[in-house]
Nanobody
Framework: QVQLVESGGGLVQAGGSLRLSCAASGRTFSSYAMGWFRQAPGKERELVAVIVWSGGRTGYAGSVKGRFTISGDNAKNTVYLQMNSLKPEDTAVYYC?????????????WGQGTQVTVSS
């Protein structure tokens, strides 16, 4: 079982930055892929960024590419999402999730979410 706890959300003005953290505990494997999702009111959940623990491969949604950076600290079992040049449309609840491999169809574990609000 894997437990995920997000932190770092808050209120920021447009153009500002925030860094989200996702601390993982329990049984994790180097093959795990960690993703950051977000869901705004009335919208579907969206995959924002993903990283594979082993090798550090990353991927981004087009809407955040060049502004957001996902990274991982294996020693701390923590994944980060650095968000720069934030826009009001980035406002959402952000969730951290994990799956056993990048090719796996579903994410198996989810955090509780952290609110990010970007004011114009």
């Amino acid at each position: 079982q894997v437990q995920l706890v997000e932190s770092g959300g808050g209120l920021v003005q447009a153009g500002g930055s925030l860094r989200l953290s996702c601390a993982a505990s329990g049984r994790t494997f180097s093959s795990y892929a960690m993703g950051w999702f977000r869901q705004a009111p009335g919208k579907e959940r969206e995959l924002v960024a993903v990283i594979v623990w082993s090798g550090g491969r990353t991927g981004y949604a087009g809407s955040v590419k060049g502004r957001f950076t996902i990274s991982g600290d294996n020693a701390k079992n923590t994944v980060y999402l650095q968000m720069n040049s934030l826009k009001p449309e980035d406002t959402a609840v952000y969730y951290c999730a994990a799956k056993r491999a990048l090719a796996a169809p579903e994410y198996d574990y989810w955090g509780q979410g952290t609110q990010v609000t970007v004011s114009s």
